[in-house]
């Protein structure tokens, strides 16, 4: 069953998958290759200069410590995202089992054999090809398998900064929790590594009578594996795209804008972690984002008008379980006390504060109470606790923050915070196991990912915000007994976002706007 | 042609080899003899640059090496690595052929000449030509050493212990085709050994070092029968009969021996160059016998045990 759908996705997702995998390749040798040039004559000179080899081995080892998102991180302030960053990345990557192999195949060899080299007449390039290359040849061999390896599994990562390959699939999978497009990327990975291991440990063990013909055919395949990477590059357009892996693969995503808004944008795959970034560095245009990000603030972005209504309503309210409200009849009053006390630009203005200025949740949170008139110094608490939880998100900090100082101040309940439960998943199993008493939750969120309503459902239940929360208010309490309670105001809701300067000179206000200033 | 001044080499300021001094002839065979850690192999390898002297010069055929690149000399010059030291990833063939190539020699002559030295040096061109080092025995890979050294009809040798891992027949079986090959005839040769008897046996002149120095260097007959010091006779004192046997030829005993004989059962003729060892075997062998030799200039002369014990004793006392 599974095999047939993993079968059916990628026959439905070939032309991504063809894509994908050639620039895998074509990251993956390009990096190898540049990694060849520099390795391999390092890895020479420090076989003749044993004082350096400590020095040069140290600082590739250094390199190979660090681990490969974190490099990835450094690359964007120095070379932004795309290829330049993943490339040199991996570059560093391979860098070291080449180095060291050849550097240990060379040192390996018996002296005696190097000194009856020099005996018998050879000069220095004649020892280091007719004896010292060939003899390490197996060695260095085994150091490049390696580095080919390496750069396979930590090209998936340039996903993340829209370098594209298989990682698209495999960050979109994991974020969208499908099995299918995970191991639509996972497997071709892994199917590629083991094909170039395979292949690079049969020129290992070349006869050495072919070792020229085989020394020329790696620069040659690499080229060649090279250009599929460019080939098969998106092509210039007038605003250029960046997306995260969950938004390309949602139906309420990049799916729902081809669809409804015949909007082709042909967006690069990028980590949310990066994204708003490039977009204030010009390096994107438009972006995929959420509607109460701090760093549409930070960044000076504007949402861009949803004018067909294909993002669902992601409204925040507490999501309580029923047990709970009964438990403490108190609860709901004080929960709902912040009902519709928070619109979209306090909220973006609060996370701003966390995220971008990185003042802690609870200052933020109790800054807010403050000057909402909702501030109450802590009663003496009795020994009932009410567990709150959130996602690990700065957004849910802060809510869990605000609703833990409303508690204590309007009630003598004890207050205890299981904050950081992971994803959507994780925080809604937690609620389910009576391991939490509640925690903020979209609307939008509810719809899609915990209750799965056919597509007339949906279509029907998204018209208007209202009949969104109507409909998973009603449904939740039957099928989980949980309750929503009061929304508190902001829609944090999937967006498309672009620079404010550039919105307004290409005066783009909605994403109609775009669609028509693009086919322009 | 080689010629040695003054050569020093130091390993963290210990002397190896200090201040050695020594020429050789165009065509004459000198063996480097002395016990293990003496400095021959240091010295050896100091004449073709493998290892650069402290200080110290080298002429090879009247040039100072100073004034040519080692690479161009080092392919005039055939060596034979202590160790071996084939490379493992040529075949025999393409070992021999090393020089060759470098050389620029073309295809069918290097064939030509690997061909004809596996034969001179006992291997099966058939069988070895295109294995590899690692198939081969011990002593099929000194012969292959040899080989490679020899391919490139060099003028000059430097061989080090090129029998040492040979059994003592095929040794001796090898070093006698060897001695005879025509690519030692004209060839200044320097072979380093710590074999006495194999010293002797191939040496126009000896050079025997203790310690890093030349304790003495001269012509076999100089360092058995006129020791310079207690060391060098000490050196040779185990087999001290023997090799004065070995090393006088009935040549040299000539004058002294009868003119005239007196019974006669069987007369064995055997040629002036033979040597005493020889002579006392064949003797031996055939009991009540005499020898009768002939010189270069026809004259006839008899000799028996006694004859040549004293011939012998007379021609030490005019070493001496
Ligand atoms: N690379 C080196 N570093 C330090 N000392 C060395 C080095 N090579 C040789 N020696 C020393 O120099 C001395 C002479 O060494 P050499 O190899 O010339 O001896 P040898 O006469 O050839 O001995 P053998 O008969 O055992 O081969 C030895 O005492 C040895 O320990
Ligand atoms: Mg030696």
């Known amino acids: ?520 | 042609m080689i010629r040695v001044e003054k050569l020093t080499k130091l390993y963290n300021k210990i002397p190896a080899v200090s201040d050695i001094s020594f020429a050789i002839e165009k065509g004459q065979n000198m063996v480097l003899l002395g016990t293990s850690g003496c400095g021959k192999t240091t010295t050896l390898k100091m004449i073709n640059d493998l290892i650069h002297p402290d200080s110290g010069e080298v002429w090879l055929d009247e040039v100072n090496t100073h004034k040519m690149k080692p690479e161009v000399y080092r392919k005039k010059t055939g060596y034979v690595l202590q160790n071996i030291a084939l490379f493992p990833h040529f075949t025999v063939a393409e070992n021999i052929a090393v020089v060759p190539r470098l050389l620029g020699w073309d295809k069918d002559k290097i064939r030509h000449r690997c061909m004809e030295l596996l034969e001179k040096l006992h291997l099966s061109p058939d069988k070895h030509y295109s294995i590899y080092p690692h198939q081969l025995s011990g002593g099929q890979q000194q012969r292959v050493g040899l080989a490679r050294a020899l391919a490139a009809e060099p003028s000059i040798l430097l061989m080090d212990e090129p029998f040492g891992a040979l059994d003592p027949i095929t040794r001796a079986s090898i070093k006698k085709d060897i001695a005879q090959l025509d690519e030692f005839k004209d060839k200044t040769i320097v072979l380093v050994t710590h074999d006495v008897q194999e010293a002797f046996e191939l040496a126009d002149k000896i050079c025997l070092m203790d310690r890093g120095q030349i304790v003495q260097q001269g012509s076999p007959d100089e360092l058995l029968f006129k020791p310079a010091s207690a060391f060098v006779s000490g050196f040779f004192k185990e087999q001290q009969l023997l090799l004065e046997y070995q090393n006088t030829t009935l040549h040299k005993l000539f004058r002294w021996l009868p003119e005239t004989h007196t019974f006669v059962q069987d007369l064995i003729p055997v040629s002036p160059e033979e040597n005493l060892w020889q002579a006392f075997e064949k003797l031996n062998t055939i009991g009540k016998t005499l020898l009768v030799i002939k010189d270069s200039g026809g004259r006839l002369k008899y000799a028996d045990h006694g004859s040549l014990i004293h011939a012998f004793t007379t021609y030490k006392n005019t070493l001496a």
């Open chain 1, 1 to 520: 069953m599974e095999q047939q759908n993993l079968w059916q996705f990628m026959i439905q997702q070939h032309d991504k998958l063809i894509q994908q995998t050639l620039e895998h390749i074509g990251l993956t040798f390009i990096s190898l290759f540049l990694a060849l040039l520099i390795a391999l004559p390092l890895g020479i000179w420090i076989a003749r200069k044993p004082a350096a080899s400590p020095f040069v081995l140290g600082i590739s080892g250094v390199l190979q410590t660090i681990p490969s998102i974190a490099l990835l991180g450094f690359m964007i302030p120095l070379l932004g995202i795309g290829w330049l960053p993943a490339i040199t990345a991996l570059f560093l990557y391979a860098l070291l089992p080449i180095i060291r192999n050849t550097y240990t195949g060379i040192t390996g060899i018996d002296p005696s054999i190097k000194e009856a080299a020099v005996a018998m007449g050879m000069n220095h390039w004649q020892v280091l090809w007719k004896i010292e290359l060939p003899l390490a040849f197996p060695v260095i061999m085994a150091g490049i398998r390696t580095a080919t390896v390496i750069n396979v599994g930590v090209a998936t990562l340039a996903a993340y900064i829209a370098a594209g390959g298989l990682g698209e699939f495999i960050f979109g999978g994991i974020a969208l929790n499908s099995v299918n497009m995970i191991l639509a990327g996972a497997i071709p990975s892994a199917l590629l590594a083991i094909l170039l291991d395979f292949l690079l440990s049969l020129v290992q063990h070349i006869d050495l009578k072919k070792l020229r013909f085989a020394l020329w055919l790696i620069p040659l395949i690499c080229i060649a594996a090279t250009s599929s990477y460019f080939f098969s590059g998106t092509q210039d357009l007038k605003l250029k795209a960046g997306f995260t892996p969950e938004f390309m693969g949602r139906t309420d995503g990049d799916l729902g804008l081809k669809s409804i808004y015949k909007l082709d944008i042909k967006p690069v795959v990028i980590s949310d972690a990066v994204m708003y970034k490039a977009a204030f560095d010009k390096k994107l245009d438009v972006i995929s984002g959420y509607g109460t990000d701090g760093r549409l603030k930070a960044y000076n972005l504007v949402i861009l008008k949803d004018d067909k209504k294909i993002f669902p309503p992601y409204y925040a309210a507490p999501l309580v379980r029923n047990e709970a409200l009964i438990k403490f009849p108190e609860l709901e009053k004080v929960l709902n006390l912040l009902a519709g006390r928070i619109n979209d630009s306090i909220m973006t203005d609060l996370n701003y504060r966390v995220d971008y200025l990185h003042q802690s949740p609870q200052q933020v949170a109790k800054d807010f109470l403050v000057k909402a008139k909702l501030w109450r110094n802590p009663l003496p608490a009795g020994s009932q606790t009410v567990r709150i939880g959130s996602k690990i998100f700065g957004e849910q900090y802060i809510l869990a923050a605000m609703y833990g100082m409303l508690i204590r101040g309007n009630t003598r309940l004890n207050v205890y915070s299981k904050t950081g439960l992971g994803g959507t998943q994780i925080c809604f199993n937690a609620l389910k196991n009576n391991e939490i008493d509640f925690y903020p939750e979209y609307t939008g969120t509810g719809l899609l990912v915990l209750l799965h309503p056919s597509k007339q459902t949906l279509s029907r239940v998204t018209k208007s915000n209202g009949s969104t929360y109507n409909f998973v208010k009603q449904e939740f309490d039957k099928t989980f007994q949980m309750k929503w309670l009061k929304p508190i105001g902001f829609n944090n809701t999937y967006a498309l976002m672009m620079r404010r300067q550039q919105s307004s000179e290409l005066q783009i206000q909605s994403i109609s706007d775009l669609k028509r200033y693009l086919d322009q």
